[in-house]
């Protein structure tokens, strides 16, 4: 008996609609249902070249993606800046950073106020521009900072003479209330480059100057930028030392010499700056290694000499001439024409209203003896460096002018002394001083041997 087997057609299976109407499509990125590890899925439309279109990989659009989205300035996609968008998608408007720029003596030339760069492992990009006189160099990386960064200004000699570091926000700052060196440039081709700190890459960066007139500087002037203290920088300042006549015509134009000078004092802190000084002598010999001399050397009684500008020594071979430290040293060592041992003689008159009781303070490199209105007040053998009111003693000044003269042997080395009286612990500073022995101090323009330097500022001024 045969059994017949009958094959019947297999119904086509579906998946089951989850409504009503609705039809089956295949699970994956662009079927228009977000699904398992998509963000957006808007099926055709899905689109990497469409601004704000969910995108073929079913992610949101992000700034990089090389489409820029109405969120977004600008989007090239390549991760640096300087070539007109940032990595963040915003325009970079101005001036951009073109190479070789590494080094400030290749420095690119600014064109404005800022300009848009990045920078590379190890490298850096420079930039050069002119500063008129007077002007106060600000600097900083503005806008996203996104790795510490340097800013180093160098001048017209290629020399490094300020650092802006990273402030708070990460962003470096050149600012001249915390960098001297950015304060009052002079006039000429100044350069400053950016770096990433320790030679890191600086995927993009916008570099501001921001020059600042003295006028509008935050920080007070110190006696270094303005030694006259007129309120003006010396690099402002067509009169630099305020004596009444301009630095063009002024035949010592950082020595007061001209008739507006103010009456000679000590400074602030009591230092006398103004003295008469005459040296060197050699050939002397003493008791002690660092002893000065006991030879008279000015006149028959040294204590008693009465020197003024241009007089001669005992043998009428070396001349008084004027010594202004700058500082609060006084620097003999403009007297090192021979060769140690030797010592030099510098001499102030004192003026005082009244007697007053004060005291003293030297730091002489090395032995010293000093006298003070002809009489001996003090001496030291001792072989030394300048120190800053090392010995001090108590004197008397009586009213009217009187001459202080110190004797400064040297063994070697350094050569120098620190003077100022204090009374009690306050400096002195009401004194007036002259360099004449016949009453204030007055210069207005002297030039004794007419060869262009003032007698103030002449080694020589008498001629040789």
């Known amino acids: 008996m ?17 409504s009503p109407g609705d039809s089956w499509l295949e699970p994956g990125c662009g079927n228009g249902v977000i699904e398992g590890g998509e963000v957006c899925d808007d099926g055709a439309d899905n689109s990497d070249t469409a601004p704000d279109a969910c995108r073929s990989a079913c992610v949101l659009p992000w700034c990089g993606d090389g489409v820029a989205d109405s969120a977004e300035a600008c989007d090239d996609a390549n991760g640096v800046g300087g070539d007109g968008c940032t990595p963040l998608c915003i325009v970079e408007e101005g001036q951009l950073e073109s190479e070789p720029n590494d080094a400030p003596d290749e420095a690119e030339a600014l064109t404005g106020e800022q300009v848009h760069g990045s920078v590379g492992d190890g490298d850096r990009d420079c930039f050069a521009f002119s500063l008129e006189d007077c002007a106060a160099l600000g600097a900083r990386l503005v806008g996203e900072c996104p790795v510490p960064a340097t800013l180093t200004l160098y001048d017209p000699d290629l020399s490094a003479v300020a650092v802006g570091s990273p402030g708070e926000d990460g962003c470096a700052v050149l600012d001249p209330e915390d960098t001297p060196g950015a304060r009052f440039t002079t006039a000429g081709e100044w350069a400053l480059c950016v770096e990433g700190l320790l030679g890191a890459e600086l995927p993009f960066y916008t570099l501001q100057l921001e020059p600042i007139a003295p006028e509008d500087a935050a920080y007070p002037l110190s006696s270094d ?5 007129d309120g003006r920088p010396d690099s402002c300042d067509d009169d630099r030392d305020g004596d009444g006549v301009d630095d063009e015509l002024d035949n010592c134009p950082d020595i007061p010499n001209g008739p507006d000078m103010a009456p000679l004092a000590p400074d602030d802190d009591g230092w006398i700056h103004p003295w008469l000084a005459i040296g060197p002598f050699t050939g002397r010999s003493s008791a002690d290694t660092c002893q000065p001399s006991l030879d008279n050397l000015l006149a028959d009684e040294d204590a008693l000499a009465m020197p003024a500008l241009g007089d001669l020594d005992l043998a009428g071979e070396l001349g008084w001439t004027i010594l202004w430290d700058s500082d609060n040293r006084v ?6 024409t021979q060769d140690a041992p030797r010592e030099a003689y510098h001499a102030v008159y004192l003026y005082s209203d009244t007697i007053r009781s004060l005291t003293m303070t030297q730091g002489p490199d090395d032995g010293a003896i000093a006298w003070l209105g002809g009489e001996q007040v003090f001496e030291t053998t001792a072989c030394q460096g300048t120190v800053e009111d090392h010995y001090s003693v108590e004197v008397e000044l009586q009213p009217g002018w009187t001459p202080l003269m110190v004797k400064v042997y040297d063994q070697g080395g350094g050569w120098g002394n620190y003077v100022r009286f204090l009374d009690g612990d306050e400096p002195v500073t009401d004194l007036e001083l002259s360099l004449s022995p016949d009453g204030p101090w007055e210069s207005n323009q002297e030039d004794s041997d007419g060869d262009g330097a003032g007698d103030v500022c002449d080694e020589t001024p008498f001629g040789a």
Not at 2 to 18: D, G, K, S
Not at 331 to 336: A, G, H, R
């Open 225 to 229: 930028d303005d030694p006259d203290g």
């Open 2 to 18: 045969r059994t017949w087997i009958i094959l019947l057609p297999l119904p086509i299976l579906t998946a089951c609609p989850t």
């Open 331 to 336: 620097d003999l060592e403009v007297f090192t």
